[in-house]
């Protein structure tokens, strides 16, 4: 099983979003010292408990910061942008770290319905457009795949140009989009941890439609989860309290921010016996490190994944790296 990082910049105990987006670049240097193949970088507006509404200035920094770990984004929101302008930037990226960078892209605002108005975004409706958009400046761009004078867009030409492009992937929660990263040729990751539903299906969509392409011969599957490690079992589950008392606060739209164990374990607890927090306390993985990668590699294995991505969580920046490198432990052991 091939295991990376996913992170998002989240904003813990008294610190701010300005901090939470330094210590990304920390998680970073620790992921790539412990082996995890890539790290991406969630594009998030206008929620205070994330800080990197822009991973694409993150990858940025994190091209000097790293050297061997792969780089990316889970994900741009595609539609929120111009097609050429995301091709132009990474294409800088490609440029600033050839054969390291990674352009995952999802189809949602990445917040809310006003904000995306703010961001003058078009919908998830136009993303198959910019999608094939997209892709075409960046096979131009690379030189596999040039504009000809036939081409509407024979004039038009994402810059720098070079001879690699980045990897292309699309985030997925359902089967649809799955299939459309099939049909696309490229990779596709199934965010497990937003879809509340198990990645199995959506998968087994992607790999009977996938076509070859000029981005992939064959297909390749991801899967993300959030989960947590720590020295022990116990341990880790009241450490988790504060991710997953967050989380109950979403699903019942009262979106908080919880700066301390005591009160989400005290918000939890007027959630007992609800259905929203025993879906989350299901779907939750946090435990020792051991039992932590056996989880993972069982729902890569019941999903057919090739890659497994696991959210950087924990309660402080510490906390987060420590699990991170517990389970990349437990990942040396069993291979």
């Not at 392409?213 to 589950?237: C, V």
């Not at 932590?292 to 497994?308: G, I, M, P, T, W």
Request: glycine residues 8%; contains cysteine.
């Amino acid at each position: 099983m091939i295991l990376s990082a996913l992170d998002l910049s989240p904003v813990t105990g008294d610190a701010t979003q300005a901090q939470a987006v330094r210590e990304t670049i920390e998680v970073a240097r620790a992921a790539e010292r412990l082996g995890y193949h890539r790290l991406w970088l969630a594009e998030h507006h206008n929620i205070p408990g994330l800080g990197s509404p822009a991973p694409e200035i993150l990858i940025a920094a994190l091209t000097q910061a790293t050297r061997t770990i792969r780089l990316g984004s889970g994900g741009v929101m595609l539609v929120n942008y111009s097609p050429l302008k995301v091709a132009e930037v990474f294409m800088e990226l490609e440029a600033l770290a050839p054969g390291r960078i990674d352009l995952g892209l999802g189809r949602a605002l990445g917040t809310d319905s006003r904000t995306g108005g703010a961001l003058r975004s078009v919908g998830s409706d136009a993303f198959p457009q910019y999608f094939h958009l997209l892709t075409s400046w960046l096979l131009d761009a690379s030189g596999k795949a040039p504009i000809g004078d036939e081409h509407p867009l024979h004039d038009i030409h994402a810059n720098p140009a070079g001879p690699s492009h980045p990897d292309v992937f699309v985030l997925c929660t359902s089967e649809e989009s799955a299939a459309f990263a099939g049909q696309m040729g490229v990779g596709m990751v199934f965010a497990e941890f937003i879809a509340r539903a198990d990645g199995g299906p959506a998968i087994a969509a992607y790999r009977k439609a996938f076509q070859p392409s000029q981005f992939r011969a064959e297909p390749w599957a991801g899967i993300a989860l959030i989960a947590y490690a720590a020295e022990t079992a116990r341990r880790a589950w009241d450490e988790d309290a504060l991710r997953r008392a967050g989380n109950v606060s979403m699903l019942t739209g009262h979106r908080r921010r919880f700066r301390d164990l005591a009160s989400a374990e005290t918000f939890l607890a007027e959630h007992a016996g609800t259905p929203v927090r025993a879906m989350v306390e299901s779907r939750s993985i946090a435990a020792d490190a051991e039992s932590v990668y056996a989880r993972l590699a069982e729902k890569a294995r019941e999903a057919q994944a090739d890659e497994v991505f696991v959210l950087a969580t924990g309660p402080s920046l510490e906390a987060r790296i420590r699990s991170l490198e517990l389970i990349a432990e437990a990942h040396g052991r069993v291979d």
